[in-house]
């Protein structure tokens, strides 16, 4: 998925998480009432006193959920909060990016997080929780590798890296990083169970 085309204007942390929002509304059949209600359920979960008090609704509650008509209602005012920060008609309040990135589908998340994460020269990557995340990010890591060679033979068509390759170096820029990010993942996570190993074969030993 390229990316590339919104992120030459984009200059503040509200305008990088409000665009990856807006590019999944943009290129999936998830709608802004869809991104709305996976706000609301992250807010709750991650900040259930801060969502309280900034009159989240909380949409699995049976004051909502077993209300049809206050569903409706609360739904309809949700929304139009959560269009009024994705139109840029009011800033992003900072209590609710953390959820925000956590509402969005896991490629455009973390496309968001690796995002945010280059602008102080880090990489995004996600805590490993399972065995099965380590497959899924080795598989990331494989296709990650895939688009690096495929735009890579256009930018090194010519043996070099120059300013004719402008074009493609936004689309390389961001594969690359996605490199960076799986394959630390897949690292940190061998680490972790080589360090737990060790006590049980010093043991042994």
Known sequence: MDTSSFRHSI???????VAHAQNQI????????DFAQALSRELHRSCPGKASAKDVPDFSSTEIGG???????????????????LSGDQDLPSWLEEAWVSALEPEFRDHC???????????????????????????????????VIDTGSEVFDDQVMCEED???????????????ARAGELGRRAEELLANARPALKSIA
């Not at 943009?26 to 009432?33: C, E, F, H, K, V």
Request: hydrophobic share 40%; proline share 2%; aromatic share 6%.
């Open 26 to 33: 943009a290129r999936t059949s998830l709608s802004q009432d």
């Open 11 to 17: 200059q503040t942390r509200d305008q990088v998480l």
């Open 166 to 180: 402008l074009p493609h170096l936004p689309a390389f820029a961001k594969q690359c990083r996605q490199v960076e």
């Open 67 to 85: 209300d049809v008509t206050e569903f409706v209602k609360a739904t309809g005012r949700w929304l139009k909060r959560v269009q009024r920060w």
């Open 113 to 147: 997080v690796n995002e945010l994460a280059s602008r102080h020269g880090l990489i995004g990557a996600r805590q490993m929780e399972s065995q099965q995340c380590a497959n899924k990010s080795f598989g990331a890591l494989v296709r990650a590798l895939g688009d």
